[in-house]
């Protein structure tokens, strides 16, 4: 049995202990003494148990004591050591048992590992950054071939709508020139026909010819409009800094040329200059304030009333893809009149290019139409407010600034 003298261990860069198979000190060496804080009268002698933490005690028990037992060795073992002031000390620890005589002796050789916890947080820390990254990287990988996939998409499309413009461009061109010239022509021989024969033609016939003169005036002046509305696609678009005041002005005065009216009362507040087809803005106010005009209360007797106002607001750039969001500035303008108002649940369908029961009286149905085409072609939207008697109203959503190609 040992006597607890570990001179000979010393020397040796690192503890040594060994306890018997009771699990009783032995012997200890001097560097560890050291380390945990105890004189070697405080520790020979006594259990072993006594030097560890309660987590390395149920180690100690459960897998380290049992596994000399078995095989008389145990390598790079962590156990926790409890120093004299109450403090952990991690040490790394290899044993081996030797029979001395009639009992065995346990000896173990430890190495302090203060800095173990640091570097496992470090390396715990650096995979889970490296986990991260791979993450990322796989993640970037998808997102790269989502945008080609979508890249190849709009490819797609763009050539489909370059083909569909090339095709519209050739029917606006067919309703521009190559319809119109038959329909002048028979405009005008039915006015020679009627101007020169006025003796000749009985008046049911004279009757006939009026209505075919008239008709033929419908129709040139529907296939205008329709080419009007065809080169809003086509036409390429010139923006510039626009101020809204000056547009509607002269859409006001467009209107009063046009329908030799000078009763236009228009009220606006302070209007914001935005980016805008100046061309295309002033169309957009003459045709709202032109339905004004021509849907006014009948009989005539008051003024045709009409209110703009405007605001600058946050809205999502962002019309058709659902959860997407781009908050930019935008002009929220309201339009109304004190007109009777629109037909109570026409609001989706008014902006739609439909037919009238009467042309002549209510107009062709493209004024609407123009009107949501101008305001797409400047990344806006238009709709009509809650319907409240009197009048009409239409709110407007404008971007201040258009986006960069």
């Known amino acids: 049995m040992m006597t607890g003298s570990t001179e000979s261990f010393d020397e040796i860069p690192g503890g040594y202990f060994c306890f018997s198979d009771e699990g009783?000190?032995?012997?200890?060496?001097?560097?560890?003494?050291?380390?945990?804080?105890?004189?070697?009268?405080?520790?020979?002698?006594?259990?072993l148990e006594a030097l560890l933490t309660i987590a390395s005690r149920i180690f100690f028990q459960t897998h380290l004591f049992p596994l000399l037992k078995l095989q008389a060795k145990a390598e790079e073992i962590f156990l926790t050591l409890r120093m004299k002031n109450g403090d952990s000390l991690p040490v790394l620890l290899n044993a081996a048992s030797t029979r001395r005589g009639e009992s065995v002796v346990h000896q173990c050789l430890c190495l302090p590992i203060?800095?173990?916890?640091?570097?496992?947080?470090?390396?715990?820390?650096?995979?889970?950054?490296?986990e991260q990254a791979l993450r990322e990287n796989s993640e970037l990988i998808e997102a790269k071939q989502a945008l080609e996939r979508h890249q190849q998409q709009l490819d797609e499309q763009l050539v489909e709508l370059q083909q569909k413009n090339q095709e519209l461009f050739q029917f606006g061109k067919l309703v521009t020139h190559d319809l119109q010239e038959p329909l002048r022509k028979i405009a005008l021989l039915a006015d020679l026909l009627q101007q020169?024969?006025?003796?000749?033609?009985?008046?049911?016939?004279?009757?006939?010819?009026?209505?075919?003169?008239?008709?033929?005036?419908?129709?040139?002046?529907?296939?205008?409009?329709?080419?009007?509305?065809?080169?809003?696609?086509?036409?390429p678009h010139r923006?510039?800094?626009?101020?809204?005041?000056?547009?509607?002005?002269?859409a006001q005065a467009l209107?009063?040329?046009?329908?030799?009216?000078?009763?236009?009362?228009?009220?606006t507040n302070e209007l914001p200059v935005i980016d805008a087809d100046l061309g295309q803005l002033v169309e957009l106010f003459r045709q709202l304030i032109d339905n004004s005009v021509q849907f006014r209360k009948q009989?005539?007797?008051?003024?045709?009333?009409?209110?703009?106002?405007?605001?600058?607001?946050?809205?999502?750039?962002?019309?058709?893809?659902?959860?997407?969001?781009?908050?930019?500035?935008?002009?929220?303008?309201?339009?109304?009149?004190?007109?009777?108002?629109?037909?109570?649940?026409?609001?989706?369908?008014?902006?739609?290019?439909?037919?009238?029961?009467?042309?002549?009286?209510?107009?062709?149905?493209?004024?609407?139409?123009?009107?949501?085409?101008?305001?797409?072609?400047h990344e806006g939207v238009i709709s009509v407010d809650a319907p409240r008697p009197p009048g009409a109203r239409f709110v407007i959503l404008l971007p201040v600034r258009q986006s960069q190609p």
């Not at 173990?116 to 995979?127: F, G, S, T, V």
């Not at 209107?255 to 009220?267: E, K, N, P, T």
């Not at 008051?302 to 930019?328: C, D, M, W």
């Open 299 to 377: 009989p005539v007797q008051s003024p045709v009333e009409i209110r703009i106002t405007a605001q600058l607001v946050e809205h999502n750039r962002f019309r058709s893809l659902p959860g997407k969001y781009n908050y930019t500035e935008f002009v929220r303008i309201q339009y109304e009149d004190n007109g009777p108002g629109l037909e109570t649940g026409i609001s989706e369908r008014v902006f739609q290019i439909h037919n009238r029961k009467n042309p002549g009286k209510d107009g062709l149905g493209f004024g609407l139409a123009i009107c949501k085409k101008i305001v797409a072609n």
């Open 24 to 47: 009783i000190v032995q012997a200890i060496n001097r560097p560890l003494l050291e380390q945990i804080g105890y004189e070697p009268g405080e520790v020979v002698g006594r259990p």
């Open 114 to 130: 203060r800095q173990r916890q640091k570097y496992e947080a470090e390396i715990l820390h650096a995979k889970h950054l490296a």
């Open 239 to 250: 923006f510039s800094r626009v101020a809204l005041k000056d547009a509607i002005l002269k």
């Open 255 to 267: 209107v009063g040329q046009h329908r030799q009216v000078s009763d236009i009362r228009l009220v």
């Open 196 to 235: 020169q024969e006025p003796q000749g033609l009985t008046p049911t016939a004279d009757r006939y010819l009026g209505k075919i003169i008239q008709a033929s005036h419908a129709i040139r002046e529907l296939i205008r409009r329709l080419r009007d509305y065809l080169l809003l696609d086509v036409s």
